[in-house]
């Protein structure tokens, strides 16, 4: 390539070691993760459409991808709403213990997806700590699809604290204290004046959590009783494809749920677009 | 009630809420945090020791136990540099210039976030299984890749790949090239200039990035789940090996090898914690995943 064709891609500068870093980052880059997500793609045209059609449709394999984004749509829900109660409270009291909550609220980020799950599922199940509460309303949590809900809701708490805290943290009080002043009452001011600049770091929360739940895998399977068509993630399935050397099946599966990914991923960059232009940040 | 109306109690303030609402909102919210994070962290270390200190010794000293440590180690000691390694060039390859197609390349490096673990394995064992492209090939030449340590270091590396680049490339985008420039118009060279200008910038950012990975790596499960074939101790790292003795009904002995896992991230958050607080300038405003 000459030189001029490089500048106009590349602005000159004194620092060096572009090609080298930018070489060694694009080539690792692509052997780890272009290449092998580019050979799951192509292996779908190599099984044609009809059969990647036929693979799509299976009864099977749409009740696990509806339980799978059904329980990530409900834990999402959930930790929208507790999560900004959670934020909240960390953000504007005082109470002991609050940093050590406020550091914990990372654990599902650092906690092995199996420990969770082992843990979850001993602690609803029938005789766990918080089980043997429920089972007298009736309630059975671990083994049931309600199990798979409690455990995307443990992986997905911390991305809608972690969002709206930092948001929380930098609203201008004046705002509340004028709304105030004007003879609002406190719950018109939280519903008029607090919440609206919230909702996207809110909604982007909520994306996350939803994106990261619908492809969770290592917590669920411990709590969530695995039934087909009733308790089966589409993650699980994909791997139950696997062991029975149903490499078509698996891949189709997996192309669905890389499609749902990039939506997701869309998504939360269009709320981001929009919270700039609407509220001149993103989050 | 006339009462209050005489009471010299002060109004409450303008801007807060009642005392009651807020007892309130701070029970649900701890009550919440306790049901979902506290008391499955303290269940784990609990149910590992029920059965006594001795128990869990001899549950973490099993020979397979032993081989699970050893092998969750050495994964992490192979992807943890490597992923290093990228991050660094990555970062520096897209602060410290312009050129077109970065946002995309951005996006590209965050890629395997949004990628469940599951299919993190499986485009491996499409690659290098059986029957997979190169299987064939792989197999006549007697080069084992799924089912053996390379497709556990494949998946791990995968799934861990973003961390350290995504907590250097803001910071570093913030600290523009200016410190870079003086010293290399003094005369320092490139490498120099890296070792002695840019790291002294970035070690907190890649202390926590590093640390973030290394917790990733040690625990990964669904991605290693589908190309390790779950040998006891031969292809079973830490996370597995929990699973393969849940399964096998020995509950202690999964506690105790969870809890091993939960003391790491118990440290992590830690270590993570105290650089927030004491270095939490000099770490890029983004919050981990």
Not at chain 1, 159 to 179: G, I
Not at chain 1, 229 to 234: D, K, N, P, Y
């Amino acid at each position: 390539m000459s030189t001029g064709a490089r500048l106009v891609w590349k602005r000159p500068s004194v620092i060096p070691g572009f090609g080298l870093t930018f070489g060694f980052a694009l080539t690792y880059l692509g052997l780890i993760v272009l290449v092998p997500l580019v050979g799951l793609v192509l292996r779908n045209t190599t099984m044609g459409w009809h059969q990647f059609w036929v693979l799509a449709l299976d009864p099977r394999t749409i009740a696990a991808l509806r339980v799978s984004f059904g329980s990530a749509l409900i834990a999402a829900a959930i930790n929208a709403v507790f999560g900004v109660v959670l934020a909240w409270v960390l953000v504007r009291y005082r109470f002991a213990g609050r940093r050590v909550v406020d550091a914990m609220i990372d654990l599902p980020f650092a906690l092995p997806t199996a420990v969770a799950g082992i843990a979850l599922s001993a602690l609803y199940a029938p005789r766990g700590w918080v089980g043997h509460l429920l089972a007298p309303l009736g309630i059975k949590v671990a083994y049931t699809p309600a199990g798979i809900v409690v455990a995307l809701i443990f992986i997905g708490l911390p991305f809608v604290v972690r969002t709206v805290e930092p948001v929380l943290a930098e609203l201008d009080r004046d705002v509340e204290e004028a709304s105030a002043t004007l003879g609002a009452r406190r719950w018109q001011t939280i519903i008029q004046v607090v919440l609206p600049p919230l909702i996207p770091a809110i909604l982007t929360g909520f994306a996350l959590a939803l994106a990261r739940g619908i492809g969770e895998y290592g917590s669920v399977i411990f709590v969530a009783g695995n039934i087909p068509f009733v308790s089966e993630i589409a993650p699980l399935l994909i791997v139950i494809r696997l062991e029975e050397f149903n490499y078509d099946g698996a891949t189709a599966l997996a192309s669905i749920m890389l499609a749902i990914s990039f939506g997701m991923l869309l998504t939360i960059n269009l709320i981001q677009s929009w919270s700039r232009r609407r509220f001149g940040h993103a989050i | 009630m006339p009462s209050e109306l005489h009471s010299s109690k002060p109004p409450p303030p303008a801007t807060g809420e009642s005392a009651a609402l807020r007892v309130t909102l701070i029970v649900v919210a701890l009550a919440f945090f306790a049901c979902f994070l506290l008391l499955p962290l303290i269940l784990v270390f609990v149910e590992a020791l029920r059965a006594g200190l001795s128990r869990y010794v001899a549950a973490i000293a099993n020979p397979d136990s032993r081989a699970a440590i050893s092998l969750t180690l050495l994964v992490a000691a192979i992807v943890v540099p490597a992923n290093t390694v990228f991050g660094i060039a990555a970062a520096w390859a897209i602060a410290k210039f312009d050129f077109k197609g970065k946002s995309f390349l951005i996006t590209l490096i965050d890629l395997p976030f949004s990628v469940s673990p599951v299919i993190a394995g499986l485009v491996y064992v499409l690659l290098f299984g059986a029957r997979g492209y190169f299987g064939p090939w792989l197999d006549a030449h007697n080069i084992q890749i799924i089912f053996a340590l390379p497709g556990i270091v494949l998946a791990t590396t995968f799934v861990t790949f973003p961390f350290v680049a995504r907590e250097l490339i803001p910071l570093m985008q913030e600290q523009g090239s200016g410190d870079e420039e003086a010293a290399l118009s003094l005369g320092a060279s490139g490498f120099k200039t890296f070792v002695l200008v840019t790291l002294p910038n970035i070690k907190w950012a890649l202390l926590y990035g590093v640390l973030l990975c290394n917790a990733r790596a040690m625990g990964e499960f669904g991605a290693v789940a589908v190309v390790s074939g779950r040998i006891r101790g031969l292809t079973s790292t830490m996370p597995l090996h929990v699973e393969i003795l849940y399964n096998e009904y020995a509950y202690t002995a999964a506690f105790a090898m969870a809890s091993l896992l939960a003391l790491l991230a118990l440290l992590t958050l830690a270590i993570k914690t105290t650089l927030e607080w004491r270095y939490g300038d000099q770490i890029a405003a983004t919050n981990g995943h």
